[in-house]
């Protein structure tokens, strides 16, 4: 089987969590035998071709030139990755599956579904209905119609969480026939390198616990939400440091939050860390914490479980079902500070419970979201795709016999 799979985001570009997401499909797609080229967008002092354990990866960048907004910019994107895709497919010659990634791809994968009659399978993570509660002005409006039109292209389309089917069933009104659920998962040898030379005294005193919070900065994260318990948790256990890493639009927000509530103190912003920094502050924290307002499915705190760190989560979407409550970890009520804090307080208070969510959790990472078990159920959706395309007219060998036939029929009756 070969797989042409289209990805705005793969490592070293990493906005959210679909780049270690799509990182981690292709490496175990290739290392069970599926044949799989990446094209994703393009990042500085990166080779333009890279083969990533056996996965071929091209990078392409938009055209250089002046983009309005990032709509624009996505489309150029497209553009450039359909240059890079179709003289790949003349090259290689048939492709079993088209695999596109949200609807910055759209554009390309459905030319390309279309061109070559190769069949589409789509992963949408998120919706901007979802993201923004609603769609409140033109540029949303048309993401989402972007997001529409790839689910409608699709021959499947895999989601993240049960939550997020429902989400995407209700909003663009897709066939639940159509829709999959396949969970992300997480290769726990990915939080085991730690940052040499660092130092958990660069962060925190040696007599504080560490609260630690790691994603992007906007507001359907929450962190705001953590910032207003900070008070309630520092009253209970005022030798506590909050460790907030990351980077995003929210960011200035975020920081005059804490001065204004007079905590700033209590809480270190770090910006961006990379993987190692984030390791080593996974395993010094007493605590992960997740106050999500909107959360399709929730890889951080896969991540934080895998790292052995005991999590706290905002009861919503699909971390909700990742977690189970008192067993693996906890669950506070969303957008709810007080909830919050007193879950934190909890672990902060309760190191024994703390172990036992850790052992818990790891548990079940290695039964139910193990990367293997993912990349199976994946390769599965592709063979029934392929199955079912072969009796159609879009098939090349199916389109063959029926032209075959039609001549032969034509021949026969003006003899």
Same mark, same amino acid.
Request: hydrophobic share 40%; with cysteine.
């Given at each position: @089987? =070969?797989?042409?799979?289209?990805?705005?985001?793969?490592?070293?570009?990493?906005?959210?969590? &679909?780049?270690?997401?799509?990182?981690?499909?292709?490496?175990?797609?290739?290392?069970?035998?599926?044949?799989?080229?990446?094209? #994703?967008?393009?990042?500085?002092?990166?080779?333009?071709?890279?083969?990533?354990?056996?996965?071929?990866?091209?990078?392409?960048?938009?055209?250089?030139?002046?983009?309005?907004?990032?709509? #624009?910019?996505?489309?150029?994107?497209?553009?450039?990755?359909?240059?890079?895709?179709?003289?790949?497919?003349?090259?290689? !010659?048939?492709?079993?599956?088209?695999?596109?990634?949200?609807?910055?791809?759209?554009?390309? /994968?459905?030319?390309?579904?279309?061109?070559?009659?190769?069949?589409?399978?789509? #992963?949408?993570?998120?919706?901007?209905?979802?993201?923004?509660?609603?769609?409140?002005?033109?540029?949303?409006?048309?993401?989402?119609?972007?997001? +529409? +039109?790839? !689910?409608?292209?699709?021959?499947?389309?895999?989601?993240?969480?049960?939550? @997020?089917?429902?989400?995407?069933?209700?909003?663009?009104?897709?066939?639940?026939?159509?829709?999959?659920?396949?969970?992300?998962?997480?290769?726990?040898?990915?939080?085991?390198?730690? *940052?040499?030379?660092?130092?958990?005294?660069?962060?925190?005193?040696?007599?504080?616990?560490?609260?630690?919070?790691?994603?992007?900065?906007?507001?359907?994260?929450?962190?705001?939400?953590?910032?207003?318990?900070?008070?309630?948790?520092?009253?209970?256990?005022?030798?506590?440091?909050?460790?907030?890493? !990351?980077?995003?639009?929210?960011?200035?927000?975020?920081?005059?939050?804490?001065?204004?509530?007079?905590?700033?103190?209590?809480?270190?912003?770090?910006?961006?860390?990379?993987?190692?920094? =984030?390791?080593?502050?996974?395993? +010094?924290?007493?605590?992960?914490?997740?106050?999500?307002?909107?959360?399709?499915?929730?890889?951080?705190?896969?991540?934080?479980?895998?790292?052995?760190?005991?999590?706290?989560?905002?009861?919503?979407?699909? &971390?909700?079902?990742?977690?189970?409550?008192?067993?693996?970890?906890?669950?506070?009520?969303?957008?709810?500070?007080?909830?919050?804090?007193?879950?934190?307080?909890?672990?902060?208070?309760?190191?024994?419970?703390?172990?036992?969510? =850790?052992?818990?959790?790891?548990?079940?990472?290695?039964?139910?979201?193990?990367? *293997? *078990?993912?990349?199976?159920? #994946?390769?599965?959706?592709?063979?029934?795709?392929?199955?079912?395309?072969?009796?159609?007219? +879009?098939?090349?060998?199916?389109?063959?016999?029926?032209?075959?036939?039609?001549?032969?029929? &034509?021949?026969?009756?003006? /003899?």
């Amino acid at each position: @089987m =070969r797989v042409l799979m289209l990805s705005w985001e793969y490592p070293p570009k990493s906005v959210g969590g &679909l780049a270690q997401h799509v990182y981690d499909l292709t490496n175990t797609l290739a290392e069970s035998g599926v044949e799989v080229h990446l094209i #994703t967008c393009g990042a500085p002092g990166v080779q333009e071709y890279e083969n990533v354990r056996s996965v071929q990866v091209y990078r392409v960048n938009p055209y250089n030139i002046s983009a309005m907004d990032f709509v #624009t910019w996505a489309t150029q994107l497209n553009v450039a990755m359909l240059e890079r895709a179709m003289p790949l497919i003349l090259e290689k !010659g048939d492709f079993s599956i088209i695999h596109a990634h949200d609807w910055l791809t759209v554009y390309a /994968a459905r030319a390309l579904k279309h061109g070559f009659h190769i069949p589409l399978v789509a #992963t949408i993570h998120a919706t901007e209905h979802g993201r923004n509660y609603g769609l409140h002005n033109d540029t949303q409006r048309h993401i989402s119609d972007l997001e +529409w +039109w790839l !689910g409608y292209e699709a021959w499947k389309v895999i989601c993240c969480s049960k939550y @997020m089917r429902d989400e995407i069933r209700r909003v663009f009104q897709i066939p639940e026939d159509k829709l999959v659920v396949i969970p992300n998962g997480v290769n726990p040898d990915n939080y085991v390198q730690k *940052q040499p030379g660092l130092s958990r005294d660069d962060f925190a005193s040696p007599d504080e616990k560490i609260v630690f919070y790691v994603g992007r900065l906007v507001r359907e994260k929450g962190v705001q939400v953590l910032l207003d318990a900070v008070r309630h948790i520092l009253t209970y256990h005022p030798k506590t440091k909050f460790v907030i890493a !990351g980077k995003g639009p929210y960011d200035k927000n975020l920081r005059e939050q804490a001065v204004m509530l007079g905590v700033s103190q209590s809480v270190y912003f770090t910006g961006y860390v990379n993987d190692q920094v =984030r390791n080593s502050l996974y395993s +010094w924290a007493d605590v992960a914490v997740f106050p999500s307002l909107y959360e399709p499915f929730g890889i951080v705190a896969l991540e934080a479980m895998a790292a052995n760190t005991p999590v706290v989560i905002a009861d919503t979407g699909g &971390l909700s079902e990742i977690i189970e409550h008192g067993k693996d970890g906890l669950k506070s009520y969303v957008g709810n500070p007080t909830s919050l804090a007193d879950m934190i307080l909890r672990l902060l208070h309760e190191p024994q419970l703390g172990n036992y969510l =850790r052992q818990n959790a790891g548990r079940k990472i290695r039964q139910e979201y193990n990367r *293997q *078990q993912i990349a199976r159920q #994946t390769r599965d959706i592709y063979r029934h795709v392929v199955s079912a395309h072969r009796n159609t007219m +879009w098939d090349p060998v199916e389109r063959r016999s029926h032209l075959f036939n039609r001549v032969s029929r &034509l021949l026969a009756r003006n /003899a």
